[in-house]
């Protein structure tokens, strides 16, 4: 292995000293290639080189990108001996934790995936030096030492580690996801990337909380997200800095600059490596740090963390590290060149023997800082060796915060909730926001009310009945398409009510973030289908309750207009099943509503609920008809709708059926029964409201009487809703059957744009009709 050593063009700029120079203008570009030492194996594959930025560089860049004087950054040169100290503790601490957390996992007692954080320490040591419990921290799936750094237990996170009762998830969760609420330590999230929304969901609760007048008047809070730079060059870090800038996040990204995404070489998939500067398009200042060095890891993580602090905007920070191990000890390590770089690092690299090279501590409180350490690492094992398992039941009791039958009409909101309100919205927009609820109102009672128009009024009355209450959507200031959100942003303001980005899983990530810190957050999706982009972010919101432990409730409600009515003219993209897409997300409430009724009842009852829950509408009926409605009730998240009972005659001839469907099948059924009732036939007609849980007893009690079931069903054959609840009708009620249950469901080819071939693929009434005469004739 040879050393070739490379000195920047920045010399010149270097040698004037920093209370002379001319201009904080500084070219950045400049500075892009510091004193380097370039290390190539002897096998000629590619090894990132170390950088030496030494900190009068830094400071060059740094009173460039944050706009600080030379003065001001004049103040971060020195680091006490005391807090020296204490960062070389909580690195002694990280890397024998992790080192137990290895010999744990080869002794079996830690199992499934595990990442290490060895060679990385100087950011927790940073973390543990700037942040404080109160600020919000989301992390990726290498978080042991983050969260440590955080104020976590290492108790907990040990027996989280072993799965253990006592772990900061009791065991829910394991080693990727720690998640702790006495300390805001948020995650611990094992999908790369998807952190990054939920951080700025985060940030946005902070500022939330200050408009509302919940923080006090010196809160100084900051919210930061942990990503690598491999993670780094996912789309979510270009979304999450657009809208830190544009919101005015008090956001602080740190990258974690490994030079691996997972095993690969980052250069060899990532044509820009200086992630830090990714933020020069929105205006979000940045560094990059040697993350060897803890002095300078110190000195510029103050300064960034301070501007983040002070201006209560975006800043990004990449540290520059090597990670001493793979990717986890499941893992192989015969990636191209990685061998003799972990070799090189290990022996040259090495944050903490760097430190203790330095001199700058004596050996007594080395041996002190690290036998300290050493004591917390051995109880935490101990501790966690002790702590019982969790029960089995646990796994059911952390599907859902609220139960099912939980009656909504019954729940109340915050005492201080009309006080918050009154001094955070402007006296005259809520007079005008009260009189649109009252026009909607009277209306709901002559001449009624369509879907989009039911579901304004449900949301405006929750948003000004509970402050806490936000909303997302695209087109948001024009009401999105079907007026879901009409007159929210002018009432409520941009915090409360925001305007989106093209991005569904963005904002359900914010969503998620605000979710998490206190808030009721609504996303309407202008059309269902477009949740495709946030399948991600609701996976992890239906997951997030359990995986935590029951410690994040989750309120989140997305509203979305979808299915597929028959002669719907929209094509594939904008008629695919979604609601059979999510059937299978664990802790999501997913329900359906065809009529304004319906919208109205189910929407307030979701925005109340403490867990996640998606509402589908019927994209073909939106602006339909006008229906009266039962205003100031909630309806049952977990109940179907019996909408017309069959006659009693045609039960004890043996001609009824029962009828189950939803969304756009609703009116085909409708629309069916006059002619069913022509043939000499009858249903029970009854709408899925609620498709997850779904409602067996009503159908129980329907199949009891006609003992034929129907399924009318906008997913397809493969994988959709029919297909569940005809196999659960099979397995549960059985008895009550006379004849096969007949599913009328989407083919399984994606739906056409033309009439003539969408007939072969998509059921209607007429379809209905048969399957009715077909059941009651079955012998």
């Known amino acids: 292995m040879r050393r070739v050593l490379c000195v920047a063009a920045t010399a010149a700029a270097l040698q004037a000293p920093l209370n002379k120079r001319p201009s904080t203008k500084v070219d950045v570009s400049t500075l892009e290639a510091p004193t380097e030492r370039v290390v190539v194996p002897e096998d000629g594959s590619p090894m990132r080189p170390p950088i030496l930025t030494p900190w009068d560089e830094n400071k060059l860049i740094l009173e460039e990108q944050l706009g600080f004087s030379a003065e001001r950054l004049a103040t971060y040169d020195d680091v006490t001996t005391d807090d020296l100290s204490d960062a070389y503790e909580m690195m002694q601490l990280c890397r024998q934790f992790e080192n137990a957390c290895a010999q744990s996992y080869m002794q079996g007692?830690?199992?499934?995936?595990?990442?290490?954080?060895?060679?990385?320490?100087?950011?927790?040591?940073?973390v543990a030096d700037t942040l404080t419990k109160k600020d919000i921290k989301y992390s990726y799936y290498r978080e042991h030492t983050h969260a440590l750094a955080s104020g976590v237990s290492p108790n907990k996170i040990m027996a989280e580690l072993f799965a253990k009762d006592g772990g900061t998830c009791r065991g829910t969760g394991g080693s990727m996801h720690i998640f702790d609420v006495e300390t805001h330590f948020q995650g611990g999230w094992a999908l790369v990337a998807e952190q990054f929304p939920y951080a700025a969901g985060a940030a946005r609760s902070i500022m939330l909380d200050r408009h509302l007048g919940l923080a006090p008047e010196d809160d100084d809070r900051l919210a930061i997200v942990f990503c690598g730079e491999g993670g780094s060059q996912n789309g979510r870090l270009a979304e999450v800095m657009n809208c830190a800038a544009k919101e005015k996040l008090p956001l602080l990204i740190l990258c974690i600059d490994n030079g691996r995404a997972i095993n690969t070489f980052t250069p060899d998939v990532a044509q820009n490596s200086e992630v830090w500067k990714a933020g020069a398009h929105y205006g979000v200042p940045g560094a990059k740090v040697d993350g060897t060095n803890l002095q300078d890891v110190l000195r510029t993580g103050r300064a960034v963390v301070d501007y983040v602090r002070e201006t209560s905007s975006p800043a990004i920070l990449q540290v520059h590290t090597y990670?001493?191990?793979?990717h986890s000890p499941a893992d192989p390590e015969h990636e191209r060149g990685r061998k003799a770089e972990k070799k090189w690092a290990r022996a040259e690299a090495d944050p903490l023997k760097i430190f203790e090279a330095t001199g700058a501590l004596p050996q007594d409180v080395l041996d002190e800082r690290k036998k300290k350490a050493s004591a917390v690492v051995k109880d935490a094992v101990a501790f966690a060796k002790e702590s019982p398992p969790p029960p089995r039941e646990l796994a059911k009791e952390l599907e859902f915060p609220d139960p099912a039958d939980t009656d909504y009409n019954t729940r109340e909101v915050a005492s201080d909730?009309?006080?918050?309100?009154?001094?955070?919205?402007?006296?005259?927009?809520?007079?005008?926001?009260?009189?649109?609820?009252?026009?909607?109102?009277?209306?709901?009672?002559?001449?009624?009310?369509?879907?989009?128009?039911?579901?304004?009024?449900?949301?405006?009355?929750?948003?000004?009945?509970d402050p806490r209450t936000t909303i997302h959507a695209e087109d948001l200031q024009a009401g999105s398409s079907y007026d879901i959100p009409r007159q929210t942003q002018q009432t409520f303001g941009e915090l409360r009510a925001a305007d989106e980005i093209i991005d569904e899983g963005h904002?359900?990530?914010?969503?998620i973030g605000e979710g998490m810190n206190g808030y009721r957050p609504i996303v309407e999706l202008m059309n269902a289908n477009f949740g495709i982009y946030g399948m991600a972010e609701l996976s992890s919101a239906g997951n997030t309750y359990a995986t935590t432990g029951g410690q994040f409730k989750m309120p989140l409600t997305v509203v979305g207009a979808g299915g597929t009515a028959p002669n719907q003219a929209l094509g594939a993209e904008h008629s695919q099943p979604f609601h059979a897409y999510v059937m299978g997300i664990p802790g999501l409430k997913i329900c359906t509503a065809a009529t304004p009724e319906g919208a109205y009842g189910l929407c307030k009852a979701m925005i109340r609920d403490d867990g996640p829950g998606m509402l589908f509408t019927p994209v073909k009926l939106m602006k339909d008809e006008k229906v009266p409605v039962d205003v100031g009730t909630c309806l049952p998240l977990n109940k179907a709708h019996l909408m017309s009972k069959a006659s009693d005659a045609s039960v004890s001839s043996s001609k009824a059926v029962t009828v189950l469907t939803y969304l756009h099948g609703v009116r085909e059924a409708v629309n069916a029964i006059a002619e069913i009732q022509g043939n000499g036939h009858d249903i029970d007609l009854i709408e899925l409201r609620s498709l997850k849980p779904l409602d067996l007893d009503t159908i129980r009690e329907s199949l009891s009487r006609t003992h034929k079931l129907c399924i009318l069903d906008e997913s397809t054959q493969s994988g959709g809703v029919g297909a569940s609840i005809s196999a659960l009708v099979g397995e549960e009620l059985f008895d009550e059957l006379d004849a096969p249950v007949k599913r009328l469901c989407m083919d399984d080819a994606p739906v056409p744009y033309a009439s003539s071939m969408e007939q072969a693929v998509v059921k209607r009434g007429s379809d209905l009709v048969i399957a009715v005469k077909e059941l009651v004739d079955y012998v």
Do not use: W, Y
Request: with cysteine; net charge negative; proline share 3%.
């Open 323 to 326: 990670r001493l191990q793979g």
């Open 109 to 126: 007692s830690i199992r499934g995936f595990m990442h290490l954080d060895n060679g990385q320490e100087t950011i927790p040591a940073l």
């Open 507 to 511: 904002f359900i990530g914010k969503a």
């Open 417 to 465: 909730s009309e006080v918050i309100t009154q001094r955070s919205v402007d006296a005259a927009k809520l007079a005008e926001c009260q009189e649109r609820i009252a026009m909607l109102q009277q209306q709901a009672k002559d001449p009624g009310l369509n879907v989009g128009d039911a579901l304004n009024l449900a949301i405006l009355e929750e948003m000004v009945r």
